[in-house]
């Protein structure tokens, strides 16, 4: 299995149930006009390219940070509804 070095120790933290915020779920849907995650898969889309994982992420995000857990890490919604 080959694998990036963030996602292997982002596995290893999740696994260990360690959801220390490295990147806040609000960092990639920022309150601008354009969120930032929307921006990226607009861009893909654009170029012909598709994101099927992070459209599936876009709307569990979004709904993770509509019900309070902004502040926490991406990983977040591994361990919410």
């Known amino acids: ?3 990036s070095p963030y996602a292997t120790q982002k596995v ?3 696994l260990a149930g360690d959801f ?3 990147f806040a779920l609000k960092h990639a849907l920022k309150d ?3 969120k930032d995650a929307d ?3 607009q861009a893909a889309q654009e170029s012909g390219t598709e ?3 992070t459209q599936a992420l876009l709307p569990r995000w979004r709904h ?3 019900s309070g857990y902004a502040d926490e890490d991406l ?3 591994y361990t919410t509804p």
Do not use: C, G, N, Q
């Open 51 to 53: 994101l099927t994982l």
């Open 1 to 3: 299995m080959t694998s």
């Open 75 to 77: 990983a977040v919604i």
């Open 32 to 34: 601008a006009a354009l």
């Open 12 to 14: 290893r933290t999740m």
């Open 20 to 22: 220390t915020p490295a």
């Open 39 to 41: 921006l990226v898969a």
């Open 64 to 66: 993770a940070a509509a």
